[in-house]
């Protein structure tokens, strides 16, 4: 039996326990709720803890880390990328595939790399093309154009997640020492290994970063002895030369004809072009200069170019040089499903000519890199998605903090595996819209940038560049529709998922300071012992006979005293579809006689109370406020609220103010007459 005593401590620790465990996921969100203190008091500004701050900080970095350490960070995708791309290549152009590599490159150094470049000095903390172009349009337009975009964003990154962990455990399934044993396994050793990437994440990014320059430094040291070892037999062996340019000659005739087919092929090698985005997703981790500032980080932008270069051309040498080596020295055959080349052309190099020992440290080195690329994008997704879904009330609160991130994205990774069954081929397609999709988007926002700056020279040029990713994203698109089919699940599922919890958070108080300028402030002063009564209204013209009539009508309705003062207040509705703002009041006296408090906002509601609760705790005194009914069906309105930031205002004060103050007694009092 047990003791009455041992039951109550159980009893007990159990909440102690969701406490604890409710602290340790939410470790680095600095506050749960918007505030609404005055900004002249101090008061801290919306909650911008976890991701969503987008400094070092919230990813246990305090002070940044240099840009080649965050290299290997996003160079875990981009070079991982070796472990496939020379056998794709191979699949797709044949003994094309050196030159059909060449055209890649010169694309990714002509074209990525530059647009890439632009994108990382206007958008320095981290949200890329996304937040460029998001500028360009307003109200619910531009909340709906960034949610499809953050969802071909969601299918680059988890998809590099799940294919890269699918084609680790290929690599370990297809070892000629461990086949026997692990054979039939795929699926199950995908998801161990998905989960030891969340779990990484969860015990820090610190961690992360530190893994990744070993295994990136582990990768391209091997990686050179295959290369070199490969160019050696060639050199050794010139007939494989000559062999490979007759086959060329053979199957197309001219350069002119070689130089046409390769660009055809060119969108089936899209997959080497996937580091780009995750380079500038993790520039907020990149160390900048000591005068740096958040408006102009200088040294971040140069650190953050210096990694996209580098990368770039230190990912063009070894795509030319392992493309011309693995089509040189394999037989065709081998590169075909159930071929010993497939999906694994330098690992066979490396069992063929470097022996069986060198060959297992190349495999493990290959599989640690593909199972660890998925922190590139794990990264990414952790600074992109709380920049933007928390802003637009289309996410809950813990959406800032990244550990709960981290599960919500495991958990997908789960699904995406077992729905792809951990097949590296039928993922491709959806890696590769994504991609095409994001770069595509960025080479558009920054020919829209340079033409804005009146820059003609980088317009035409970034222009000529987003046609050729338009073009490439379109193919690629007709050739392999699932990949565009699965980018618009995920974005169904992020406006659904967004728009249910902007629903559900739609009477939030999402103020996150209350500023007033010294009139405002002044007719606030004048009712710290008294208490202030202020009328809702909604600006006309603004003449005398609105504000007496208006005065008239509030007294008749509400029976208040001739001596009592009245304020006007008037909220302006900017653009309804943003949800946290801060807030500035300014008073003026109109027609000499009528005190009236202006305001900006995108929820009239929200500002109302917003303003209410700060006059409160400014004053020590509960204010009132007084409005009209609003004609029209109740839901109606409602929807007129939620879209534009209207509709029946004096039911929603009241129930924005309710789940703000809890306590009835403190909160401010609503009249509607």
Not at 152 to 181: K, Y
Request: hydrophobic letters at 50%; a neutral charge; one cysteine or more.
């Amino acid at each position: 039996m047990v003791s009455s005593g041992s039951t109550e401590t159980a009893e007990s620790d159990a909440p102690s326990a969701r406490i604890r465990l409710r602290s340790w996921l939410l470790e680095d969100v600095t506050a749960e709720k918007p505030v609404r203190q005055s900004a002249d008091e101090g008061a801290p500004e919306a909650p911008t803890g976890g991701a969503a701050a987008g400094d070092s900080a919230a990813h246990g970095t305090p002070a940044g880390q240099r840009w080649w350490r965050v290299m290997c960070l996003t160079g875990l995708d981009y070079f991982s990328t070796l472990g496939y791309q020379p056998g794709i290549a191979a699949l797709a152009a044949g003994v094309l595939s050196p030159i059909a590599t060449i055209v890649l490159v010169v694309v990714t150094l002509l074209g990525a790399l530059p647009v890439y470049r632009r994108v990382a000095k206007e958008s320095p903390r981290g949200e890329g093309s996304i937040a460029m172009l998001e500028r360009l349009l307003s109200f619910w337009k531009g909340k709906l154009f960034v949610l499809a975009l953050l969802g071909f964003a969601a299918t680059d990154f988890l998809i590099t997640i799940t294919l890269s962990a699918a084609d680790a455990s290929a690599h370990l399934v297809e070892n000629p020492h461990l086949t026997g044993f692990l054979g039939g396994k795929q699926v199950v050793i995908t998801l161990v290994l998905v989960a030891l990437l969340g779990a990484v994440f969860l015990k820090g990014f610190s961690e992360a970063i530190g893994l990744a320059v070993f295994l990136v430094g582990t990768y391209l040291v091997l990686n050179v002895v295959v290369v070199a070892v490969g160019l050696w037999k060639i050199v050794s062996a010139p007939h494989v030369v000559t062999d490979w340019t007759d086959a060329l000659t053979a199957q197309h005739g001219n350069p002119i004809v070689m130089v046409g087919v390769a660009l055809v092929t060119f969108p089936k090698l899209a997959l080497g072009l996937s580091g780009f985005e995750t380079g500038v997703a993790v520039m907020p981790h990149i160390k900048g200069d000591p005068d740096d500032t958040e408006a102009n980080p200088a040294g971040r932008i140069r650190g953050t170019r210096k990694l996209l270069t580098t990368a770039a051309v230190i990912m063009s040498c070894f795509l030319i040089a392992t493309s011309f080596i693995t089509t040189l020295l394999i037989p065709a055959d081998q590169f075909k499903a159930g071929g010993d080349a497939n999906g694994r052309a330098l690992a066979y190099l490396a069992h063929e000519y470097l022996g069986g020992a060198f060959g297992s440290v190349y495999d493990l080195s290959t599989i640690a890199i593909l199972w660890f690329a998925g922190a590139s994008a794990m990264a990414g997704m952790l600074n992109l998605l709380p920049r933007y879904l928390p802003r637009y009330g289309m996410a809950p609160h813990w959406a800032r903090a990244v550990r709960p991130m981290v599960i919500v994205l495991t958990l997908i990774g789960f699904l995406v595996t077992w729905i792809f069954d951990a097949d590296v081929d039928a993922q491709g397609g959806a890696y590769a819209t994504g991609v095409l999709v994001l770069i595509s988007s960025a080479a558009i926002a920054v020919t829209i940038a340079a033409h804005k700056k009146r820059e003609r020279g980088w317009t035409v040029a970034f222009a000529v560049i987003a046609a050729i990713f338009l073009y490439t994203t379109v193919l690629n698109c007709l050739e392999r529709p699932d990949g565009l089919k699965i980018g618009a699940c995920f974005i169904a599922g992020i406006v659904l998922v967004s728009l249910l919890s902007r629903l559900r958070r739609a009477f939030e108080l999402r103020v996150t300071s209350v500023a007033l300028d010294d009139v405002a402030e002044r007719f606030i002063r004048d009712y710290a012992h008294r208490p202030l009564r202020l009328i809702a209204n909604e600006p006309n013209s603004r003449d005398l006979a609105e504000y007496r009539d208006k005065i008239h009508q509030i007294r008749a309705d509400n029976d208040i005293p001739g001596e009592d003062d009245l304020v006007f207040v008037e909220v302006t509705v900017r653009d309804a579809s943003d949800f946290e703002a801060a807030l500035t009041v300014r008073g003026e006296v109109l027609h000499g006689r009528y005190r009236v408090l202006t305001l900006e906002s995108s929820s009239i509601p929200n500002a109302l109370a917003a303003l209410a609760l700060n006059i409160r705790d400014r004053t020590g005194q509960q204010p009132h406020l007084y409005f009209e009914w609003t004609e029209g069906s109740p839901f109606a309105q409602f929807l007129r609220f939620f879209l534009f930031g209207q509709g029946e205002v004096a039911p929603v004060t009241r129930e924005v103010l309710r789940e703000a103050e809890p306590d009835r007694s403190r909160r401010p009092r609503v009249h509607v007459g």
